[in-house]
Protein backbone atom coordinates (compact mmCIF):
# COMPACT_ATOMS: atom_id res chain seq x y z
CA UNK A 1 0.00 0.00 0.00
CA UNK A 2 0.84 3.47 -0.06
CA UNK A 3 1.74 5.38 2.86
CA UNK A 4 3.46 8.63 4.53
CA UNK A 5 6.60 7.92 6.58
CA UNK A 6 8.39 10.31 8.89
CA UNK A 7 11.75 9.29 7.70
CA UNK A 8 13.62 11.37 9.66
CA UNK A 9 12.22 14.19 11.68
CA UNK A 10 12.59 17.35 10.99
CA UNK A 11 11.31 20.39 8.97
CA UNK A 12 8.31 18.91 6.92
CA UNK A 13 9.35 20.99 4.14
CA UNK A 14 12.79 19.57 3.60
CA UNK A 15 11.57 16.15 2.99
CA UNK A 16 10.95 14.55 7.03
CA UNK A 17 7.82 12.88 5.95
CA UNK A 18 7.66 10.44 2.75
CA UNK A 19 4.97 8.91 0.37
CA UNK A 20 6.62 5.05 0.79
CA UNK A 21 5.12 1.39 -0.04
CA UNK A 22 4.76 -0.54 3.14
CA UNK A 23 2.61 -3.63 3.53
CA UNK A 24 -0.89 -3.36 4.60
CA UNK A 25 -0.88 -4.29 8.14
CA UNK A 26 -1.65 -7.42 10.06
CA UNK A 27 -4.15 -6.28 12.77
CA UNK A 28 -3.25 -8.12 15.79
CA UNK A 29 -5.47 -10.09 17.74
CA UNK A 30 -7.79 -7.62 19.32
CA UNK A 31 -7.56 -5.29 15.95
CA UNK A 32 -9.71 -3.88 13.12
CA UNK A 33 -8.22 -3.34 10.14
CA UNK A 34 -9.36 -0.31 8.27
CA UNK A 35 -9.47 0.90 4.78
CA UNK A 36 -9.09 4.61 4.96
CA UNK A 37 -11.09 6.71 3.34
CA UNK A 38 -10.20 10.39 5.03
CA UNK A 39 -7.51 11.42 7.65
CA UNK A 40 -7.67 14.97 9.12
CA UNK A 41 -4.47 16.91 9.65
CA UNK A 42 -3.84 17.23 13.13
CA UNK A 43 -1.02 19.95 14.40
CA UNK A 44 0.07 17.37 16.32
CA UNK A 45 0.58 15.29 13.22
CA UNK A 46 3.41 18.32 12.46
CA UNK A 47 4.60 17.85 16.24
CA UNK A 48 5.35 14.05 15.24
CA UNK A 49 7.04 14.94 11.84
CA UNK A 50 9.61 17.93 12.81
CA UNK A 51 10.64 15.74 16.15
CA UNK A 52 8.81 18.29 18.60
CA UNK A 53 7.69 14.89 20.02
CA UNK A 54 10.09 12.09 20.84
CA UNK A 55 10.48 9.62 18.05
CA UNK A 56 8.31 6.56 19.60
CA UNK A 57 7.88 4.11 16.14
CA UNK A 58 10.82 4.72 13.45
CA UNK A 59 8.97 5.77 10.15
CA UNK A 60 6.00 6.09 12.06
CA UNK A 61 2.89 6.55 9.36
CA UNK A 62 1.09 9.78 10.97
CA UNK A 63 -2.55 10.81 11.55
CA UNK A 64 -5.10 10.28 14.16
CA UNK A 65 -8.21 11.61 12.93
CA UNK A 66 -9.85 8.34 10.40
CA UNK A 67 -12.71 7.66 9.23
CA UNK A 68 -12.70 4.49 7.51
CA UNK A 69 -14.35 0.91 6.93
CA UNK A 70 -13.75 -2.30 8.23
CA UNK A 71 -11.54 -4.75 6.01
CA UNK A 72 -10.46 -7.17 8.49
CA UNK A 73 -9.96 -8.52 11.57
CA UNK A 74 -7.96 -10.06 14.20
CA UNK A 75 -9.50 -13.28 15.86
CA UNK A 76 -10.46 -11.80 18.87
CA UNK A 77 -11.48 -8.25 17.94
CA UNK A 78 -15.83 -8.31 18.50
CA UNK A 79 -18.17 -5.67 18.12
CA UNK A 80 -17.68 -4.77 14.26
CA UNK A 81 -18.21 -6.18 10.78
CA UNK A 82 -16.89 -6.10 7.49
CA UNK A 83 -17.96 -2.87 5.60
CA UNK A 84 -18.94 -1.05 9.02
CA UNK A 85 -17.90 2.62 9.17
CA UNK A 86 -15.38 3.63 11.83
CA UNK A 87 -13.61 6.57 13.60
CA UNK A 88 -9.86 6.41 14.79
CA UNK A 89 -8.75 8.80 17.39
CA UNK A 90 -5.68 10.08 19.08
CA UNK A 91 -6.35 7.20 21.89
CA UNK A 92 -5.00 4.20 20.45
CA UNK A 93 -4.86 1.67 24.24
CA UNK A 94 -4.42 2.32 27.51
CA UNK A 95 -3.49 -0.40 30.07
CA UNK A 96 -7.40 -0.38 31.62
CA UNK A 97 -6.01 -0.96 34.87
CA UNK A 98 -4.14 1.42 36.31
CA UNK A 99 -5.69 3.87 39.36
CA UNK A 100 -6.76 6.51 36.27
CA UNK A 101 -7.90 4.02 34.29
CA UNK A 102 -10.28 2.43 37.16
CA UNK A 103 -11.64 6.18 37.95
CA UNK A 104 -12.83 7.00 34.05
CA UNK A 105 -9.67 8.93 33.49
CA UNK A 106 -7.92 6.44 31.22
CA UNK A 107 -7.07 10.08 29.40
CA UNK A 108 -4.27 10.16 32.25
CA UNK A 109 -3.43 6.33 31.81
CA UNK A 110 0.48 6.31 32.14
CA UNK A 111 0.97 3.18 29.78
CA UNK A 112 -1.57 4.84 27.11
CA UNK A 113 -0.40 4.29 23.28
CA UNK A 114 -1.73 7.20 20.40
CA UNK A 115 -2.32 6.86 16.78
CA UNK A 116 0.23 8.27 14.67
CA UNK A 117 3.06 8.40 17.06
CA UNK A 118 2.94 5.10 19.05
CA UNK A 119 1.91 3.23 15.79
CA UNK A 120 0.86 3.74 12.01
CA UNK A 121 -1.77 6.07 11.78
CA UNK A 122 -3.95 7.26 9.01
CA UNK A 123 -1.79 9.12 6.35
CA UNK A 124 -2.11 5.31 4.72
CA UNK A 125 -4.13 3.20 2.69
CA UNK A 126 -4.86 1.39 5.77
CA UNK A 127 -4.39 1.34 9.77
CA UNK A 128 -5.37 -0.90 11.96
CA UNK A 129 -6.96 -0.41 15.81
CA UNK A 130 -7.88 -2.06 18.54
CA UNK A 131 -11.76 -2.77 18.28
CA UNK A 132 -12.29 -1.33 21.40
CA UNK A 133 -10.57 1.80 20.94
CA UNK A 134 -12.95 1.94 17.14
CA UNK A 135 -15.46 4.72 17.09
CA UNK A 136 -19.30 4.15 15.59
CA UNK A 137 -19.76 6.87 13.71
CA UNK A 138 -22.87 8.80 12.98
CA UNK A 139 -25.26 7.78 9.41
CA UNK A 140 -25.98 10.84 7.23
CA UNK A 141 -22.53 13.17 7.32
CA UNK A 142 -19.47 12.15 4.77
CA UNK A 143 -16.20 10.86 5.67
CA UNK A 144 -14.59 14.19 4.78
CA UNK A 145 -16.83 16.24 7.35
CA UNK A 146 -16.71 13.17 10.02
CA UNK A 147 -12.82 13.77 9.98
CA UNK A 148 -11.84 16.82 11.97
CA UNK A 149 -14.25 15.85 14.94
CA UNK A 150 -12.04 12.52 15.36
CA UNK A 151 -9.50 14.63 17.10
CA UNK A 152 -10.19 18.60 17.03
CA UNK A 153 -14.24 17.97 17.37
CA UNK A 154 -13.55 15.42 20.49
CA UNK A 155 -10.61 17.67 22.41
CA UNK A 156 -13.04 20.74 22.13
CA UNK A 157 -15.98 18.59 24.05
CA UNK A 158 -13.65 17.83 26.41
CA UNK A 159 -11.94 21.40 26.83
CA UNK A 160 -15.70 22.70 26.96
CA UNK A 161 -16.66 20.30 30.15
CA UNK A 162 -13.25 21.08 31.72
CA UNK A 163 -14.53 24.52 31.61
CA UNK A 164 -17.77 23.91 33.75
CA UNK A 165 -19.82 25.92 31.87
CA UNK A 166 -23.12 26.39 33.79
CA UNK A 167 -26.43 25.63 31.89
CA UNK A 168 -27.24 29.38 29.88
CA UNK A 169 -24.24 29.97 30.46
CA UNK A 170 -21.45 33.12 29.03
CA UNK A 171 -18.45 31.05 27.39
CA UNK A 172 -15.54 33.01 26.11
CA UNK A 173 -13.55 31.66 23.17
CA UNK A 174 -9.86 32.51 23.20
CA UNK A 175 -8.41 31.64 19.58
CA UNK A 176 -10.71 29.94 16.92
CA UNK A 177 -9.29 27.81 14.72
CA UNK A 178 -10.40 23.43 13.89
CA UNK A 179 -11.17 22.71 17.58
CA UNK A 180 -12.77 26.21 18.90
CA UNK A 181 -15.13 26.36 16.03
CA UNK A 182 -16.48 22.72 16.59
CA UNK A 183 -16.77 23.53 20.28
CA UNK A 184 -18.82 26.56 19.42
CA UNK A 185 -21.51 25.05 17.58
CA UNK A 186 -21.73 22.72 20.90
CA UNK A 187 -22.08 25.15 23.28
CA UNK A 188 -24.57 27.08 21.20
CA UNK A 189 -26.27 24.13 20.49
CA UNK A 190 -26.88 23.62 24.90
CA UNK A 191 -27.90 27.24 25.08
CA UNK A 192 -24.29 28.94 25.92
CA UNK A 193 -23.82 32.66 24.90
CA UNK A 194 -20.57 32.70 23.22
CA UNK A 195 -17.99 35.47 23.23
CA UNK A 196 -14.93 34.66 20.67
CA UNK A 197 -11.59 36.85 21.03
CA UNK A 198 -9.30 36.25 18.42
CA UNK A 199 -6.84 37.94 16.21
CA UNK A 200 -8.14 36.92 12.92
CA UNK A 201 -10.58 38.65 11.24
CA UNK A 202 -12.02 35.57 8.65
CA UNK A 203 -12.31 33.51 11.83
CA UNK A 204 -14.08 36.50 13.67
CA UNK A 205 -16.71 36.36 10.86
CA UNK A 206 -16.96 32.94 10.78
CA UNK A 207 -17.31 33.10 14.59
CA UNK A 208 -20.80 35.74 14.60
CA UNK A 209 -22.00 33.12 10.97
CA UNK A 210 -21.96 30.49 13.50
CA UNK A 211 -23.95 32.55 16.06
CA UNK A 212 -21.39 34.06 18.64
CA UNK A 213 -23.23 37.51 20.00
CA UNK A 214 -19.50 38.98 19.95
CA UNK A 215 -15.97 38.70 18.16
CA UNK A 216 -12.93 41.11 18.78
CA UNK A 217 -9.41 40.68 18.81
CA UNK A 218 -7.52 38.40 21.29
CA UNK A 219 -6.73 40.83 23.86
CA UNK A 220 -9.88 43.02 23.88
CA UNK A 221 -12.66 41.64 27.05
CA UNK A 222 -15.65 40.65 25.82
CA UNK A 223 -18.71 43.06 26.26
CA UNK A 224 -19.61 41.07 29.41
CA UNK A 225 -18.07 38.90 32.25
CA UNK A 226 -17.75 35.21 31.31
CA UNK A 227 -18.81 31.91 33.69
CA UNK A 228 -16.36 30.03 31.91
CA UNK A 229 -13.78 30.67 29.04
CA UNK A 230 -11.50 28.41 26.83
CA UNK A 231 -7.74 29.07 25.76
CA UNK A 232 -7.24 27.11 22.36
CA UNK A 233 -4.46 29.33 21.53
CA UNK A 234 -1.04 28.01 22.37
CA UNK A 235 -0.28 31.58 23.95
CA UNK A 236 0.14 31.32 27.83
CA UNK A 237 0.18 35.09 27.47
CA UNK A 238 -3.67 34.87 27.30
CA UNK A 239 -4.08 33.10 30.55
CA UNK A 240 -3.95 36.46 32.64
CA UNK A 241 -5.89 37.93 29.99
CA UNK A 242 -8.83 35.04 29.77
CA UNK A 243 -8.54 35.04 33.81
CA UNK A 244 -9.60 39.25 33.67
CA UNK A 245 -12.52 38.08 32.02
CA UNK A 246 -14.29 35.90 33.89
CA UNK A 247 -16.60 36.67 36.41
CA UNK A 248 -16.36 35.53 40.00
CA UNK A 249 -16.11 31.75 40.66
CA UNK A 250 -15.46 31.71 36.93
CA UNK A 251 -13.15 28.87 35.28
CA UNK A 252 -10.72 28.92 32.29
CA UNK A 253 -9.69 25.72 30.82
CA UNK A 254 -6.77 25.20 28.55
CA UNK A 255 -7.22 23.06 25.50
CA UNK A 256 -3.51 22.83 23.72
CA UNK A 257 -1.00 20.65 24.15
CA UNK A 258 1.62 22.98 24.01
CA UNK A 259 1.64 26.29 25.61
CA UNK A 260 4.13 28.98 25.61
CA UNK A 261 5.31 30.12 29.01
CA UNK A 262 2.39 32.15 31.46
CA UNK A 263 3.51 35.35 32.90
CA UNK A 264 3.02 35.76 36.57
CA UNK A 265 -0.41 36.33 37.86
CA UNK A 266 -1.79 39.08 39.21
CA UNK A 267 -3.59 37.58 42.72
CA UNK A 268 -6.29 39.97 43.28
CA UNK A 269 -7.66 40.64 39.45
CA UNK A 270 -6.46 37.22 38.01
CA UNK A 271 -7.32 34.48 40.48
CA UNK A 272 -8.74 35.97 43.57
CA UNK A 273 -12.62 35.26 43.94
CA UNK A 274 -12.38 31.52 43.27
CA UNK A 275 -11.27 31.56 39.84
CA UNK A 276 -9.99 28.28 38.76
CA UNK A 277 -7.45 27.52 35.75
CA UNK A 278 -7.63 23.50 34.73
CA UNK A 279 -5.37 21.90 31.69
CA UNK A 280 -6.85 19.37 29.71
CA UNK A 281 -5.12 16.27 28.59
CA UNK A 282 -5.99 13.76 25.43
CA UNK A 283 -9.32 12.62 26.06
CA UNK A 284 -11.46 9.15 26.89
CA UNK A 285 -13.68 7.16 24.78
CA UNK A 286 -16.62 8.28 26.42
CA UNK A 287 -15.79 11.99 25.37
CA UNK A 288 -15.99 10.43 22.37
CA UNK A 289 -18.87 8.37 22.19
CA UNK A 290 -20.39 11.47 24.08
CA UNK A 291 -19.43 14.41 21.39
CA UNK A 292 -20.01 11.80 18.35
CA UNK A 293 -23.54 11.99 19.65
CA UNK A 294 -23.91 15.15 20.48
CA UNK A 295 -22.17 16.48 16.87
CA UNK A 296 -25.39 14.32 15.07
CA UNK A 297 -27.77 15.77 16.96
CA UNK A 298 -26.95 19.01 16.65
CA UNK A 299 -25.72 18.86 13.14
CA UNK A 300 -22.15 20.03 14.29
CA UNK A 301 -20.44 21.08 10.66
CA UNK A 302 -16.44 21.23 10.20
CA UNK A 303 -15.45 23.61 7.93
CA UNK A 304 -13.12 21.47 5.82
CA UNK A 305 -10.33 21.74 2.86
CA UNK A 306 -9.90 18.55 1.09
CA UNK A 307 -6.45 17.37 -0.12
CA UNK A 308 -5.66 14.24 -2.02
CA UNK A 309 -4.09 11.72 0.08
CA UNK A 310 -0.46 12.05 -2.16
CA UNK A 311 -0.33 15.28 -0.84
CA UNK A 312 -0.41 14.70 2.76
CA UNK A 313 3.30 16.42 2.82
CA UNK A 314 2.18 19.71 1.37
CA UNK A 315 -1.18 19.79 3.64
CA UNK A 316 1.07 19.66 6.72
CA UNK A 317 3.73 22.46 4.76
CA UNK A 318 0.67 24.56 4.30
CA UNK A 319 -0.57 23.72 7.90
CA UNK A 320 2.74 25.18 9.11
CA UNK A 321 3.23 28.29 6.99
CA UNK A 322 -0.46 29.51 8.62
CA UNK A 323 -3.56 31.12 7.73
CA UNK A 324 -4.96 27.34 7.54
CA UNK A 325 -7.05 27.13 10.86
CA UNK A 326 -8.06 23.68 11.17
CA UNK A 327 -10.25 21.62 9.00
CA UNK A 328 -7.54 20.08 6.21
CA UNK A 329 -8.45 16.74 5.25
CA UNK A 330 -6.71 13.98 3.38
CA UNK A 331 -8.52 11.78 1.03
CA UNK A 332 -7.84 8.37 -0.29
CA UNK A 333 -10.02 8.82 -3.82
CA UNK A 334 -8.59 4.80 -4.16
CA UNK A 335 -10.75 3.69 -1.52
CA UNK A 336 -14.20 4.14 -3.42
ZN1 LIG B 1 -4.99 15.78 17.04
ZN1 LIG C 1 -4.38 3.02 32.88
Request: overall charge neutral; proline content about 7%.
Amino acid sequence: MRAWSVVRPGPVEEGSLRWTEKPVPVPGDDELLVRVRACGVCRTDLHVTEGDLPVRRVGVTPGHEVVGVVAGAGAAASGFSAGDRVGVAWLRRTDGSCAYCARGSENLCPSSRYTGWDADGGYAEYTTVPASFAHRLPRGVDDVALAPLMCAGIIGYRALRRAALPPGGRLGLYGFGGSAHLCAQIALAEGATVHVMTRAAPARRLALELGAASAQDAYALPPEPLDSAILFAPAGELVPVALRALDRGGTLAIAGIHLSDIPPLHYESELFYEKQVRSVTSSTREDGRAFLALAARHGVHATTRPYPLSRAAQALADLKAGGLEGGTVLVNDNAF
